[in-house]
């Protein structure tokens, strides 16, 4: 009696499910019955023809109780179900991807996003059960979103195989979708909320922005390109190439003020790093005649960096264009300190001294003096010249085939300090 008693009880409760629900208890069991066959990883082509059959049949089953009104006690089921039915589906992709072989980069991101979004509902209706957080471990259906949360943060990590495989394959948009849901996986699953939050320190969060950075930058996506900025510039590997992409995005927008402005950020963070932006931010200056902006941006930097090879030469250029060629020379010299090979500053320190002997020698015209007074005044004009010469010989050393750059300059040299031999050596090379 005790027995006819239970399986009554049992019919009634099996009665008691709406038709939906009872679709999930069945294909429950065919999910078991998948599950049981993807646990032998020794399964011949038959089982695995079987299985593959038990994946599409169940989750042809499943489809259409996920969001009926109808299914009333076993939607947190359905959705798990369907969650796991594609893990199957995406386990032997991870086979190939680990073996190297290629595989179907555009169904693989399906299959992840969708296994993510259907675990997130489990954990979604879960919560709308209304069980108190207590008791949610002894109960049956909570054990849905406690298992799936393994299975959530290892699909994490493959958003971010997805995003590689997109980049290579030249998806730019795909692959900026990929590296942003992994950026957001917090927010966008609840289920992991305080599992996969984030920490803006670690290295693997600035790698990442680094990643979605570069992907936005081919998209032409700006606005997401400089929400990752600032987390892409603390993945310290690629700072330099984080910092080109910053720049050039503000180029290929149009926007001159915000590539001025970023460039003298980036230069004025790390001045010995960023040599070339600095050229390129005093080119740009130059260009422009704008020799406030360029004087204004040197002193910052000669503040920051005292040493600072291109600040030194560039406060040395605006010297030198206001014909302060004396001011100038110490500031190209420091220039090469920093540079031994600095072809361009050991030029214009020589240029420098040659321009002040050519000034000492115009500036005695008309002067009235004694023999012995021009004698002295001459020797002033070979001084200078003199000076310049082992500037304009060490950019001889570093230029060898390029005589027309320094042969001109050695040659009135030669002539001022009446080195005949050696100016018509020069003159030669200048046929």
């Known amino acids: 009696m005790k027995k006819l008693f239970c399986a009554l009880a049992l019919l009634t409760a099996t009665l008691s499910l709406s038709a939906q629900d009872r679709a999930v ?8 019955e998948a599950q049981e066959l993807a646990a032998n990883p020794q399964r011949n082509e038959k089982e695995e023809a079987k299985l593959q059959q038990l994946i599409a049949t169940t989750l042809e089953a499943i489809e259409p109780t996920l969001n009926n009104p109808e299914t009333k006690k076993q939607k947190a089921n359905a959705w798990d179900i369907k969650a796991n039915l594609l893990l199957f589906k995406i386990n032997p992709i991870i086979s190939q991807l680990q073996a190297e072989q290629p595989v179907d980069t555009a169904e693989f991101a399906a299959l992840v996003i969708g296994a993510l979004d259907a675990m997130e509902q489990c954990y979604k209706e879960e919560v709308a059960a209304g069980i108190p957080e207590k008791f949610q471990k002894d109960n049956t259906t909570t054990f849905y979103s406690m298992k799936n949360k393994i299975y959530a943060l290892n699909c994490r990590q493959y958003l971010a195989f997805c995003g590689q495989m997109f980049f290579t394959n030249h998806q730019y948009d795909k692959a900026k979708d990929a590296f942003t849901k992994y950026m957001h996986f917090s927010e966008i ?15 693997n969060t600035a790698k990442m922005a680094y990643f979605t950075c570069l992907a936005s930058y081919f998209a032409k996506d700006y606005k997401t390109l ?16 984080v910092n080109q992409l910053e720049m050039t995005a503000f180029i290929e927008q149009g926007d001159t003020l915000g590539w001025l402005n970023a460039g003298k950020r980036i230069v004025l ?23 406030k902006g360029a004087l204004e941006f040197t002193e910052a930097l ?13 406060k040395g250029i605006t010297l030198m264009n206001d014909k302060k ?8 010299v420091k220039a090469t300190e920093a540079d031994p090979d600095f072809s361009d500053a050991f030029y214009n320190a020589g240029v420098c001294y040659s321009n002040i002997g050519y000034d000492i020698n115009e ?9 012995a007074q021009q004698k002295a005044e001459i020797q002033k004009v ?3 010249y003199a000076k310049a010469e082992p500037f304009f010989l060490r950019v001889r050393e570093l230029e060898p085939d390029n005589p027309h750059k320094w042969a001109s300059r050695l040659s009135t040299v030669y002539y001022i300090l009446e080195d005949k031999a050696k100016q018509a050596e020069m003159d030669k090379l200048l046929e």
Do not use: C, W
């Not at 208890?25 to 078991?32: D, P, T």
């Not at 699953?189 to 290295?203: C, H, Q």
């Open 302 to 314: 000669l503040a920051k960096d005292p040493d600072s090879k291109i600040a030194n030469y560039a």
């Open 325 to 332: 060629y004396a001011e100038a020379i110490p500031f190209f």
């Open 226 to 241: 400089a929400e990752y900025m600032p987390l892409a510039k603390k993945y310290s590997q690629e700072l330099n190439q």
């Open 189 to 203: 699953y609840t289920l992991l909320a305080e599992e996969a939050k984030m920490d803006p320190e670690d290295p």
């Open 382 to 384: 070979k001084d200078e």
């Open 269 to 291: 963070e790390d001045p010995q790093a960023n040599d070339g932006v600095a050229q390129n931010i005093l080119a740009y200056y130059f260009n422009h005649n704008d020799t």
């Open 25 to 32: 208890r069945n294909a429950r069991f065919k999910f078991e």
């Open 363 to 371: 500036s005695l015209n008309g002067k009235k003096m004694t023999a």
